[in-house]
């Protein structure tokens, strides 16, 4: 993979920001993704973790882990997403338990003791070198502690082409939006987690049905059905390996 720049998304936050969470696509996203951690990671839901939200945005997620009595550390390279946090954070009265830092993962403090828990979601995409970035998230994680990694899946942009009739393009290995954003295939980021001496407790599916329907079918009561489909599907195959993205859980092998 060649090396290009990361991605801050200073400029584009509120966009983005209603892109994603004032969606339908958000809305599936983040209540799998969620519903996936607290069944994989348990220790979340008991509370008393230390956890790294690596790229966490406008902290949605930092706000759930924390609402469970988590330490957080939320970092994001982009100021205006983690004002965004900031101002989340406050209203929640949760300012002890969540601490922003306006930084890119690659340039935190190492911690002596190593987070619990890591979380990096829709991030690895995003960056000039995810291989190099994933390094780094390694070394921040205790002994025994889990990651949480997310990314969006080159299968799911090889269909979303076939899907539109796209025939000659999904043929070719997808590259780089206009966005900057990467797919990643599966195979190549299970490699680095090998390489760097983890391994994959559980794989699941985000948002494998929603993208492929039509409006209608993902408003009003049926987005609670389709949420229904997605969570009891997002363990199976073919359809965790078709989701718009993959969701590993690692551990140290």
Same mark, same amino acid.
């Given at each position: 993979m060649d090396v290009g720049s990361d991605v801050n998304f200073d400029g584009r936050a509120t966009g983005f920001e209603v892109e994603i969470?004032?969606?339908?696509?958000?809305h599936i996203r983040m209540r799998v993704l969620w519903d996936d951690l607290l069944t994989e990671v348990p220790g979340i839901s008991r509370g008393g973790l230390s956890i790294l939200d690596a790229g966490g945005g406008a902290g949605h997620l930092s706000l759930?882990?924390?609402e469970r009595?988590?330490?957080?550390? /939320?970092? $994001?390279?982009?100021?205006?997403?983690l004002n965004m946090a900031e101002e989340s954070v406050r209203d929640a009265g949760l300012e002890d338990l969540v601490i922003t830092r306006h930084s890119t993962i690659q340039d935190l403090d190492e911690p002596e003791a190593g987070f619990d828990v890591i979380t990096c979601?829709?991030?690895?995409?995003?960056?000039?070198?995810?291989?190099?970035?994933?390094?780094?998230l390694v070394r921040y994680l205790r002994t025994d502690g889990l990651m949480s990694l997310m990314f969006y899946n080159q299968n799911a942009a090889v269909l979303k082409r076939a899907l539109r009739g796209h025939f000659a393009e999904a043929l070719k290995?997808?590259?780089t939006n206009s966005q900057g954003c990467t797919p990643l295939s599966e195979e190549t980021v299970r490699?680095? /987690?090998? $390489?760097?001496?983890?391994s994959i407790r559980s794989k699941s599916g985000i948002r494998m049905f929603h993208d492929h329907l039509p409006e209608e079918a993902r408003n009003g009561d049926r987005l609670e059905d389709l949420l229904r489909l997605e969570k009891a599907l997002r363990k199976q195959e073919p359809f965790a390996s078709l989701g718009q993205h993959v969701h590993l859980i690692c551990e140290r092998a």
């Open positions: 969470y004032g969606s339908s696509k958000g759930l882990m924390a009595d988590n330490r957080v550390l /939320l970092c $994001d390279p982009s100021r205006e997403m979601h829709a991030v690895l995409e995003w960056l000039g070198d995810p291989e190099a970035t994933l390094k780094h290995e997808p590259d490699t680095w /987690l090998a $390489d760097l001496g983890m």
